[in-house]
């Protein structure tokens, strides 16, 4: 039980930093369609931010304690810190890696809450899973067909 409370420590602190970084890139975005992307991040914050709560108090579930502190999240995370303003391109490439970050983690927190039969937390993750996936998708999409 303690690889998956450590895997759902990871996840909150992934999952905080990506919520982060969306809102830092809705707040300073500049581009000749702002207002789309302003809403654009907002959508996605919004939603991972909605997920954040939930993700700790699954950790207090498992008997577990949820970490708060950007020091302990920074050293979970694989994330990064963005502390530049890139061209919304950047911001898209950054988000949708970063993203790919957090489904990877999830994946893996779904293989140990399964191994250890917590169904609930199981259904909970392939949840979440399949809204990153949705992100992945509408982030890529922002791009274009990349030839």
């Keep these: 039980m303690e690889q998956l409370i450590d895997q759902m420590k990871k996840l909150l602190a992934e999952s905080y930093a990506f919520y982060l970084k969306?809102?830092?890139?809705?707040?300073?975005?500049?581009?000749?369609?702002?207002?789309?992307w302003h809403t654009f991040f907002e959508s996605i914050y919004t939603e991972v931010y909605g997920a954040v709560?939930?993700?700790?108090?699954?950790?207090?579930?498992?008997?577990g304690y949820a970490p708060g502190s950007f020091g302990r999240f920074k050293e979970l995370s694989a994330i990064q810190d963005e502390t530049g303003l890139p061209e919304?391109?950047?911001?898209?490439?950054?988000?949708?890696?970063?993203?790919?970050?957090v489904i990877f983690t999830l994946h893996h927190t779904y293989k140990l809450?399964?191994?250890?039969?917590?169904?609930?937390?199981?259904?909970?993750?392939?949840?979440?899973?399949?809204?990153?996936?949705?992100?992945?998708?509408?982030?890529?999409?922002?791009?274009?067909?990349?030839?």
């Excluded at 969306?22 to 789309?36: R, S």
């Excluded at 709560?53 to 008997?63: K, P």
């Excluded at 609930?120 to 993750?125: E, R, T, W």
């Excluded at 979440?128 to 030839?147: P, T």
């Design 22 to 36: 969306t809102h830092y890139y809705h707040w300073n975005v500049e581009d000749e369609d702002f207002p789309m």
């Design 53 to 63: 709560d939930d993700i700790a108090e699954h950790i207090r579930q498992i008997g």
């Design 88 to 101: 919304v391109s950047q911001m898209l490439q950054q988000l949708i890696a970063d993203n790919q970050t």
């Design 113 to 147: 809450a399964e191994t250890a039969g917590e169904i609930g937390l199981s259904n909970f993750l392939q949840d979440r899973e399949a809204a990153h996936k949705k992100h992945a998708w509408m982030l890529k999409a922002c791009l274009g067909k990349q030839k």
